[in-house]
C-alpha cells in the first residue's frame, strides 16, 4: 500500500467515512515501526492530521476485528507520564491500557491533549489556580475555557484506519463513550479503568466523579473491571436523585419538591451535558412534566449539549412536546407522534437497555422515581450511584437513604459535604442491593 493509499478520508457529520472524493485527507499514516516495552513487543503507527498534530495508535498482537476490540484512547499528560506527578491518574491509566491491550490483543491510541485539550501552558496556569482554591473544572473557567476541549475525531479516523468499527473502551468516562458512537464507533462495552488514589489526587478525583460524571468506586476496588466486564451490553447507568432528611423525592400528594441547593443544581446539569440520555419513570413524567435539560441558569453558561429523553412508561400513555431531541418511551401505551417507542411485556430492563443501546444511547442518568430508581438497583444495572440529601448530617443523610431504598446497604457509600447538603456515592452496584 503507498503513502496515497494510506489517507483516511474525511468522515461526514455522522461520523461515517465518505466516498473518498474530497481532495485532502483529514489524516494521514506517516510512519510505523515495531517497538520493544516493559509490557512486550507493540506495533507503532504515526497519523499526521491538518493542523499538523501528530497522534499514534499502539498496537499489541493482531486484535480480531470480528469481536469487539479492546482500546484506549488516551490523552497525553507531560506531568503525570514524564514529570510523574501526583495530582492526576494518568499514567496509572495509560499503564493499566499498556498491560491490558498486551493481555488481550488490542490498541491505545495516544493524541496530543494535554490538560483536557487545553494546552500545557494553560494546563499549568489552573494548576496555579487550584492552588489557590478552586477546583480543576473551576480553573479553567476562571480562565476563559471550557471543561473538556478534547475532540476524538482522530481517534475515529485511526480507528477507521486499523479496520475496527467495534470496541470494547477502556475508560471511566460516559463523555467519551458518548462522543465516540457519535462518530460512527460502536461502543460495544465499557471497561472500567481501577482507581489509584493519593493525597495529592484525591481531590481532582472526587471532582471528575461529582461534577464531570466519570464512573469509579472511589474505594479503587481492582476487581471491578473484571466484574464489568462480564455484563451483557448496555448503556452506562448513572443513578442520581435528591431526598429531604425524612427520605422523601415528593410530598404525600405527590408534589415534587424544591430538595438541591444552587451548587447541586449545577452538578446536576452538568452531569446531564455529559450523558446521552436522561431517564425518568411515567409517575415523575406525569406529575413533574420535566424537560430534562441542560439549563443555561444553572450552569451559568450556554450548554455544551442536550441530552435524549427516554421514559419508562410501562402501560401509561406518554404525552411531549417534540423538539430536536430524541425521545424513547419504553411501555405498551399509546405515545406522542415523533416518539421511538420500545415496547416491552414485562418489568425487566434487560432488553430495554439492550434496545437503548442499539439506538445509539451509550449512556443515561436515571433521575426518577423511586420505583424505577430501585428497580435499576435490584438488578445491578447500575454504574454509579449519587444522591444528595438536604441536610448537614452524616446519619441523617444516611436514614433518608436507608427509608428512600430499603435494605441497601448504606455503609457501602461515601458521604461528603456538598453545597447546602450532603451528597452520597457509590460505584458500581451488583444485583439485589435493595431488597
Known sequence: ????????????????????????????????????????????????????????????????????????????????EVLSSMKCDCKSQLDYALQYIADKNGVVIYLPQEGRGIGLVNKIR???????????VDANRALGLPDDARSYTDAAMILNNLGIRRISLLTNNPQKVSDLTSLGIDVQD?????????????????????????????????????????????????????????????TN?????????????????????????????????????PSLTARSK?????????????????????????????????????????????????HGLTRPL????????????????LTLLLSFIREGTVDQLTVYVRTDARQTAANAIQIALPGFPVASLRFERFGKGILASSGRLTAGQAS
Open 1 to 80: 500500500m503507498d503513502h496515497e493509499e494510506n489517507a483516511i478520508r474525511q468522515m461526514d457529520g455522522a461520523g461515517n467515512m465518505t466516498n473518498g472524493s474530497e481532495p485532502e485527507p483529514c489524516i494521514r499514516e506517516e510512519a510505523t515501526s515495531s517497538l520493544p516495552t516493559r509490557f512486550g513487543d507493540m506495533r507503532f503507527k504515526v497519523y499526521r492530521n491538518q493542523q499538523g498534530l501528530e497522534s499514534m495508535a499502539i498496537i499489541s498482537g493482531e486484535p480480531d476485528t470480528n469481536q469487539p476490540v479492546p482500546v484506549r484512547v488516551h490523552s497525553a499528560c507531560l506531568t503525570g
Open 126 to 136: 489552573a494548576y496555579s489556580l487550584q492552588e489557590q482554591g478552586l477546583d480543576t
Open 190 to 250: 465499557r471497561v472500567p479503568l481501577p482507581l489509584m488514589a493519593n493525597q495529592h489526587s484525591i481531590a481532582y478525583l472526587k471532582t471528575k466523579q461529582a461534577r464531570m460524571g466519570h464512573l469509579f468506586d472511589m474505594t479503587g476496588n481492582p476487581e471491578s473491571s473484571c466484574q464489568a466486564q462480564c455484563q451483557p451490553a448496555r448503556p452506562i447507568v448513572h443513578v442520581n436523585f435528591a431526598l429531604d432528611p425524612q427520605g422523601r423525592t415528593a
Open 253 to 289: 400528594s405527590g408534589q415534587p419538591m424544591e430538595l438541591s441547593c444552587p451548587r447541586d443544581w449545577r452538578r446536576v446539569h452538568e452531569l446531564r451535558e455529559h450523558y446521552s440520555a436522561v431517564v425518568v419513570g411515567a409517575r415523575t413524567w406525569q406529575t413533574d412534566n
Open 298 to 346: 444553572q450552569l451559568g453558561r450556554k450548554p455544551r449539549r442536550q441530552p435524549d429523553r427516554v421514559i419508562f412508561a410501562g402501560q401509561h400513555d406518554c404525552e411531549f412536546t417534540a423538539d430536536e431531541r430524541r425521545t424513547f418511551v419504553v411501555g405498551n401505551g399509546r405515545v406522542a407522534p415523533g416518539a421511538i417507542q420500545i415496547e416491552s411485556n414485562d
Open 354 to 369: 439492550q434496545a437503548l443501546q442499539w439506538h445509539g444511547i451509550s449512556s443515561m442518568l436515571v433521575e426518577g422515581g
